[in-house]
């Protein structure tokens, strides 16, 4: 398992020798993109990115909710969208979370109807 900061202007195709790599939701000091090599979705870093992940999530809501600056949802914008890449190259990989199928609103958020997990949309 291992941490693959990319820097300068060289593209990653996320691709690696056995498997794809994730990209994290945290940036190397320059702002360059950080990704995990791991086959294992319970390792200690892919949990960690997990947690990091969720908990900006809901900062973001918060801002949302509270009408934070412009500088500030810009700022919360660009972590959504890295996780959103980031999840939705390993939906292709791995297995949804759930197959219920059916949403649901509630309090302005997504849920699903069968397992009652929040969707981010």
């Keep these: ?17 056995g498997g ?8 190397t000091p ?3 993109a950080c990704y995990l090599s791991t086959d294992d979705p319970e390792s200690l870093l892919s949990l960690i990115a997990d947690e990091a992940e969720e ?11 509270t009408g934070a600056g412009l500088r500030q949802l810009r700022r919360a914008l660009r972590d959504v969208l890295r996780i959103a890449v980031s999840r939705g190259a390993r ?11 059916a949403t649901e609103r509630c309090d302005g958020k997504t849920y699903c109807c069968g397992c009652r997990r929040q969707i981010y949309l």
């Design 91 to 101: 939906l292709v990989r791995e297995e949804r979370p759930c197959e219920h199928g």
């Design 1 to 17: 398992m291992a941490v693959v900061p990319r820097r300068g202007g060289g593209a990653m195709t996320g691709e690696r020798c």
């Design 20 to 27: 794809p790599l994730r990209l994290l939701p945290w940036t």
């Design 55 to 65: 908990e900006i999530l809901r900062g973001a809501e918060e801002l949302v909710t």
């Design 30 to 32: 320059e702002g360059g």
